[in-house]
């Protein structure tokens, strides 16, 4: 299997429709990158966060960017759940970013997922960004909509279980839903880890619809 190396980044962009999305869906894939690559620039944006969980936001993304030596940390606060009736100002908004950053890879929803706000930020990413290596991540739910992807990241168990402990420790207001606990996102970092025969048995994935080597 051939691998290529994620070395040299300039710029990550990680897009993510609620407060937790970002590290749930690739957390443990930006701390790696960072550690290879503390000097990119990491441009974290959250389109719905507001009061408690902007808060928990703000201090979730800078513990996982505490590798990073610059990054920029967007919150925004439309309306969660109606992200559809807000179609023309979110668009406007993923545009505003596309104008200002051009980089090496764009973390966001998958296109398939049922939420219809990951739905609609995913569609608007590959809008807005048609010229950059899109890596959608995956985000468990109840609707079951997990799919097949084709690019792994493996991570070390440490890495685990910083991702799931900043994850679980950063969002208080999560902690009495049945789905956020450790187990969940452990379990989904070991079957992807099965799946690419992962060293440590553990890993993060992606679907990419378009990649040019």
């Known amino acids: 299997m051939y691998t290529p190396p994620l070395t040299n980044l300039?710029?990550?962009?990680?897009?993510?429709?609620?407060?937790?999305?970002?590290?749930?869906?690739?957390?443990?894939?930006?701390?790696?990158?960072?550690?290879?690559?503390?000097?990119?620039?990491?441009?974290?944006?959250?389109?719905?966060?507001?009061g408690e969980r902007a808060d928990e936001a703000r201090t979730s993304a800078e513990r996982f960017l505490g590798d990073s030596s610059q990054h920029n940390i967007m919150i925004k606060d439309f309306r969660d759940r109606?992200?559809?009736q807000q179609a023309e100002e979110i668009k406007n908004f993923v545009h505003s970013v596309s104008s200002e950053v051009s980089p090496d890879i764009v973390f966001t929803h998958r296109l398939e997922d049922r939420h219809q706000d990951?739905?609609?930020?995913?569609?608007?990413?590959?809008?807005?960004?048609?010229?950059?290596?899109?890596?959608?991540?995956?985000?468990?739910?109840?609707?079951?909509?997990?799919?097949?992807?084709?690019?792994?990241?493996?991570l070390d168990k440490e890495l685990c279980?910083?991702?799931?402990?900043?994850?679980?420790?950063?969002?208080?207001s999560q902690q009495d839903k049945p789905w956020f606990t450790h187990d969940t996102f452990s379990s989904l970092l070991r079957i992807r880890g099965l799946e690419c025969n992962s060293p440590s048995g553990y890993a993060e994935a992606f679907h990419s619809r378009k990649m040019v080597l």
Request: glycine content about 8%; hydrophobic content about 40%; some cysteine.
């Open 82 to 84: 109606f992200f559809p």
């Open 118 to 154: 990951h739905r609609m930020v995913a569609e608007l990413t590959w809008n807005a960004f048609r010229n950059h290596l899109i890596f959608e991540y995956e985000i468990p739910k109840y609707e079951g909509d997990l799919g097949q992807p084709n690019v792994f990241m493996p």
């Open 161 to 172: 279980d910083a991702k799931i402990d900043i994850t679980y420790e950063s969002f208080k």
């Open 10 to 50: 300039k710029s990550i962009l990680c897009l993510g429709c609620h407060s937790d999305d970002i590290e749930i869906g690739c957390g443990g894939t930006i701390l790696k990158l960072l550690r290879a690559c503390p000097e990119a620039q990491v441009h974290w944006v959250v389109l719905s966060g507001a």
